[in-house]
């Protein structure tokens, strides 16, 4: 087939723009799980299993993928949001998922706005209120910039870099055990099934996973013929979460090998400062800041975009939408205080929402005049149902022990 200059410029500079979005949409996810919670639950395990964490990140990764290509694929190829994907499969179904979807967000941000406030108190001294408000205004203001999908493209980027590689200096100074973790993430000396509910549930659990899905639909990254670009996204996204947790249970373990007792409150501080004294404690306020508020941009974005197709109003005002989420939650934490042991709550509970919105996906991804004439594979739909049964199952039994 015969292309003109002009022609062969405007595809590959679609080509450009859906490469950077898939990335984009890659690293809101990831940035969105890599949160106060990931820290704080990273530590807590990893303080409890020591080396056998490993296998916790080993088994968690396994149904992340499972999860997340199910559900990414389902919805760009519907070229549906899930809510609207679950109320064509069954009227009424997508408020309700939207309503579980929004609850979770919802609670996730306040613990995200405040390790905003604890960054911002490491960095400058400043009370946990004053930095928490602070970090919501700098979050407003980037969602008011006028392109405001590239601005997540960059941002996300940045900060997820900038957090692997802080983290990475802390872990080599903790000097961990490699050899013994390595062996420990393949043959564990102990399994709770709790940390593993969690950490999916903090990975891919709640609105996570499908804040990538949305971010690539309104990239215009969509139908069969972007299928590969669609498996690429959601994989990068599962296993840039992945290598920085694994680099942090590598940094916490060099850490923890030393006798060293980590601070309840606040256990990824003293792993960071104990790594690198008070410089390592500076990058402590430096990634757990830009944890927090890409979090806070990924769980608002994610959660806005959950009812904004419910009516037009919402989609015209999203950024009005998008504030009033932001500065609620942030009027709730500077009015209660930095809530106990919410980010580990919040994972498990996100957990239990993602064999509910993944059931969903499932079943809808049979349905063929949802799915524009595509098949869903078979052993797709089986490691889906995988993932629905055994997060179901150890969800319940783990949020009972909660």
């Known amino acids: 087939m015969h292309y003109n200059n002009a022609t062969l410029l405007t595809k590959q500079s679609k080509f450009r723009f859906f490469s950077g979005a898939s990335l984009g949409a890659a690293f809101l996810m990831a940035n969105s799980s890599i949160g106060p919670g990931f820290l704080t639950q990273t530590s807590v395990f990893t303080q409890q299993l020591f080396t056998s964490f490993g ?36 009227p009424g179904l997508g408020y309700f998922l939207s309503a579980l979807v929004i609850m979770g967000g919802f609670a996730f941000n306040i613990g995200n706005i405040a390790g ?203 950024r009005w939408c998008i504030s009033v989420f932001i500065v609620l939650t942030t009027i709730i934490f500077v009015a209660v205080g930095k809530p106990k042991q919410l980010l580990i709550l919040a994972g498990a509970v996100n957990g239990l929402i993602l064999p509910v919105a993944l059931a969903i996906i499932l079943i809808a991804a049979t349905q063929k005049r949802l799915m524009k004439g595509y098949t869903h594979p078979l052993w797709m739909q089986i490691a889906g149902w995988v993932v629905v049964a055994a997060m179901g199952y150890m969800g319940w039994v783990s949020l009972a022990k909660i």
């Not at 999860?67 to 499969?89: G, K």
């Not at 961990?176 to 659990?205: C, D, K, M, R, Y």
């Not at 690198?276 to 769980?299: M, N």
Request: net charge positive; hydrophobic share 55%; proline share 2%.
């Open 116 to 318: 905003c406030g604890l960054g911002v108190n490491v960095l400058a001294g400043l009370s946990f209120e004053q930095g928490a408000v602070i970090s919501c205004v700098i979050a407003l203001i980037l969602f008011w910039i006028k392109e405001v999908g590239k601005m997540l493209d960059n941002f996300t980027k940045i900060l997820g870099t900038l957090k692997i590689l802080l983290t990475l200096v802390i872990a080599f100074a903790a000097h961990p055990p490699l050899l013994q973790a390595v062996h420990h993430t393949f043959i564990p000396e102990q399994i709770n099934t709790a940390s593993i509910v969690t950490i999916v549930g903090g990975t891919v659990g709640g609105y996570i996973t499908f804040s990538g899905a949305h971010r690539l639909l309104d990239a215009g990254i969509k139908g069969s013929e972007n299928i590969h670009t669609i498996n690429r996204s959601a994989i990068s996204g599962v296993v840039i979460s992945t290598v920085m947790r694994f680099i942090l249970f590598l940094a916490i373990v060099g850490v923890v090998q030393k006798g060293v007792v980590l601070d309840k409150d606040n256990p990824a501080a003293t792993v960071f400062a104990s790594a690198a004294g008070q410089f390592g404690l500076k990058i402590f306020g430096v990634v757990l800041w830009s944890a927090a508020i890409s979090s806070v941009v990924g769980a608002a974005y994610t959660s806005v975009s959950f009812f904004k197709t419910f009516h037009p109003f919402f989609a015209k005002h999203e």
């Open 55 to 90: 296998f916790v990140i080993l088994v968690s990764v396994l149904l992340d993928i499972g999860a997340q290509l199910n559900t990414w694929r389902v919805l760009t190829i519907s070229e549906r949001r899930a809510q609207d994907l679950a109320n064509d499969l069954l």
